[in-house]
């Protein structure tokens, strides 16, 4: 169990955390993003609990011509649309755009996003969060910065370096203690 107060922010990844994602392809439409099952029941339990959820998502589509800016924030804005009217928040979404490379400073397991994240919020106190990813580099990104770091996985991955794995989203509530 991991005790937490107000002060805690809460980091997700967005593709294989939120929504389903797409093995080899892009979300590149509204159409395409699907919810993937208990989010939408568990984000209201931790907006209760965190007064900061923060999306930090690599999104290489816009590089590769494939999504426009506008078009991610379409897709961005309806998600945290449909997340408001079930009861739940996201308090912003922050994405890296580029190609892989190790130069680029936003593109997680670099952390930039979380940098730019705390500019905004500056009451974020990385060891005072949680990261919640799908990938390697999601465990190494909450890692750098001395985050929890909460891996779903839904098979017999390698835990990758995380603290705690789960085999879905609804299992996190499991592991906070709120005082």
Known sequence: MIDIDESWTLFLDRDGVINKKIEQSYVLTWEQFDFLKDVLETLPKLAKIFPRIIVVTNQQCIAKGLLSHEELNEIHQ?????????GGR????????????????????????????????????????IMVGDSFSDM????????????????????????????????????????
């Not at 309806?78 to 079930?86: F, G, R, V």
């Open 78 to 86: 309806n998600m945290m649309n449909i997340i408001e009217i079930n």
């Open 140 to 179: 190494q990104f909450g890692k750098s910065l001395g985050m929890t770091t909460f891996l779903i996985a839904s098979n017999e991955k390698e835990n990758m370096d995380a603290d705690y794995q789960i085999s879905g989203f609804s299992e996190l509530i499991n592991h906070l203690k709120f005082n």
């Open 90 to 129: 996201i308090d912003a979404v922050y994405y890296a755009p580029d190609l892989a490379s190790k130069d680029n400073k936003l593109r997680k397991p670099n952390n930039g996003m979380a940098l730019l994240a705390q500019q905004d919020f500056p009451a974020i106190d990385f060891s005072k969060s």
